[in-house]
């Protein structure tokens, strides 16, 4: 019998590859513009979470939409340099009409609408319908508009055309599970350990061995260069506690109760105490690099 404990323990542990974190709001190089979480459950104890995160990534050159899978019937995940991962990304905005919509990161001062999914999105240029969204212009240069920010606009009032269709939510899961949940915000926690494989002290003396950048150009000893290595490792393991105990998601009660969820069918027993933090406004590392 499937129990909130193993729910739990799954999404703690969720590392897949070197790809994958848990739930990125956050993530540097992505503007964040909006998120939602889907939970399904089917017979057998199956179960799966697919996570929404919209976001507008300039090195990708467009608004992505992710979608991260959790569960233990997931199938057709992506494959990528060798491994699988739980993410699924696309686009929801057709592409020429973005481009096209779009100059080094800024709105073009002539476009008018983006394609999104077949249906026109009206795209505004009047600083006062981001004044009154509470949207503050960056202005990079003098009235001009970021991606970001037109898309933070626009979605207020097209939000479901932006976010996954079931087909694209099924991707990877099995046909049969019934999504017995939607959360459009919620408190949350961005949790990532940093992998960091276990290096002898004679691997280090090859590596210094061999490394003539460090030896001559940095001036360090074989002593100094392993003593910073063992320092670093120090510092990351410090990091990894920190995040396991105070983000890991079975600390707090938001996924606490999307287990109780999963396991018992009813979904009143999702009662947050927590406030919401998932507005764009909330994570503004997001985007950062």
Request: aromatic content about 12%; proline content about 3%; some cysteine.
């Amino acid at each position: 019998m499937l129990t909130e404990e193993q729910i739990l323990a799954q999404l703690d542990n969720y590392k897949w590859g070197y790809y994958c974190h848990f739930i990125d709001l956050g993530y540097a190089y992505s503007y964040l513009i909006d998120s939602r979480l889907n939970i399904f459950r089917g017979d057998n104890d199956r179960w799966a979470i697919a996570a929404e995160r919209l976001g507008y990534n300039p090195r990708a050159g467009g608004i992505m939409l992710d979608i991260c899978y959790y569960g233990n019937c997931l199938i057709n995940l992506e494959h990528y340099n060798g491994q699988d991962t739980n993410y699924y990304t696309l686009s929801p905005i057709e592409p020429d009409n973005f481009f096209d919509s779009t100059e080094m990161e800024i709105l073009t001062p002539k476009s008018e609408y983006w394609i999104v999914r077949g249906q026109q999105v009206k795209l505004s240029h009047n600083k006062q319908d981001y004044i009154n969204a509470n949207i503050e212009l960056c202005e990079d240069e003098p009235n001009t508009i970021r991606i970001e920010e037109a898309a933070r606009l626009a979605i207020i009032e097209n939000r479901e055309v932006f976010r996954a269709t079931n087909e694209e939510l099924y991707k990877s899961l099995p046909s049969d599970l019934e999504k017995i949940l939607v959360i459009d915000e919620w408190h949350h926690k961005d949790f990532s350990e940093i992998v960091q494989p276990t290096i002898s002290d004679q691997h280090l003396k090859q590596t210094f061995d061999i490394n003539k950048l460090v030896k001559q150009q940095l001036g360090l000893s074989e002593e100094e260069f392993v003593a910073l290595f063992r320092q670093q490792e120090t510092r990351t393991d410090e990091w990894n506690q920190n995040q396991w105990q105070d983000n890991r998601p079975s600390s707090y009660d938001t996924w606490q109760m999307i287990a109780k969820v999963i396991t018992t069918g009813d979904t009143s027993c999702y009662k947050p105490t927590l406030e919401a933090n998932t507005h764009w406004k909330n994570w503004p590392e997001s985007g950062s690099l």
